[in-house]
């Protein structure tokens, strides 16, 4: 259990990197599985976001449970003129998305909840934030 969130998570990263290390986590995918959806689950990468908004990249959101939370966002610090938010039809329009924010480098990061990917989705989802010198991360409920 994360003491600063209360939320019971897993965090992966492809590649290995440093969390508070924004910079470290462009061009790759970040995996969090956790019980509650929502701001709390935000509160991890917050910090990044907010530093990554300052690039004047684009912070994607994809499928969102909810709308972000402006004020939340502004105390982090993150820029709210470059949070762009797309609510896909249905979860494949929804992967598309992900993978072409990732992959057209406009993006510092690129967040989405959606449903558990395949290996094979998750191979291409690094390749794009490669390509793209973007940070994907992927919220699923466990």
Not at 110 to 131: I, K, N
Request: net charge neutral.
């Amino acid at each position: 259990m994360n003491s600063e969130t209360g939320l019971t998570t897993r965090i992966s990263h492809y590649p290995p990197a440093a969390a508070e290390d924004a910079l470290a986590l462009t061009g790759g995918l970040t995996e969090i599985r956790t019980r509650q959806a929502g701001n709390r689950a935000l509160a991890l990468v917050l910090p990044a976001l907010a530093r990554l908004s300052l690039e004047r990249r684009w912070l994607a959101w994809i499928a969102p449970p909810d709308i972000p939370a402006g004020p939340l966002l502004a105390s982090a610090g993150v820029d709210l003129s470059r949070v762009l938010v797309v609510h896909p039809r249905a979860c494949a329009d929804g992967l598309r998305a992900v993978e072409q924010a990732l992959r057209a480098g406009t993006c510092g990061a690129v967040l989405a909840w959606l449903t558990r990917a395949d290996d094979e989705t998750l191979h291409r989802l690094r390749s794009a934030a490669e390509d793209g010198h973007s940070w994907g991360v992927m919220f699923h409920a466990v």
